[in-house]
Nanobody, 126 residues
Framework: QVQLGESGGGYVQTGGSLRLSCAAS????????LAWFRQAPGKEREAVGVISASGLYTTYDDFVKGRFAISRDDAKNTLYLQMSDLKPEDTAVYYCAKKGDTYVRKWNKQESYPYWGQGTQVTVSS
């Protein structure tokens, strides 16, 4: 089992930046793709982006392309989400997740991820 814990959320003004972290304990997450999801009030959880097991490939949903960047440091068992040019519509609880297999396919499907963190709140003011 692996336990995931997000940190770094907070309150930021429009146009600002934040970096979220996701630390793993128990078993490591090396060798597996890792993703970020988010859930805004009253909305379904949605995929933000994924990083491959090697760290060489990332992809993002259209609403964050060019503004968000995912990276990982397996030596530190930590996943990151660098967010810039934040908008009020980015306000949400952000979750990290470890994929159940070693492939990036179906990366945007929640059911592909058996391991989740508890989430961290990001609030962007207008």
């Amino acid at each position: 089992q692996v336990q995931l814990g997000e940190s770094g959320g907070g309150y930021v003004q429009t146009g600002g930046s934040l970096r979220l972290s996701c630390a793993a304990s128990g078993r490591t997450f090396s060798g597996y793709p890792l993703a970020w999801f988010r859930q805004a009030p009253g909305k379904e959880r949605e995929a933000v982006g994924v990083i491959s097991a090697s760290g060489l490939y990332t992809t993002y949903d259209d609403f964050v392309k060019g503004r968000f960047a995912i990276s990982r440091d397996d030596a530190k068992n930590t996943l990151y989400l660098q967010m810039s040019d934040l908008k009020p519509e980015d306000t949400a609880v952000y979750y990290c997740a470890k994929k159940g297999d070693t492939y990036v396919r179906k990366w945007n499907k929640q059911e592909s991820y058996p391991y989740w963190g508890q989430g961290t709140q990001v609030t962007v003011s207008s």
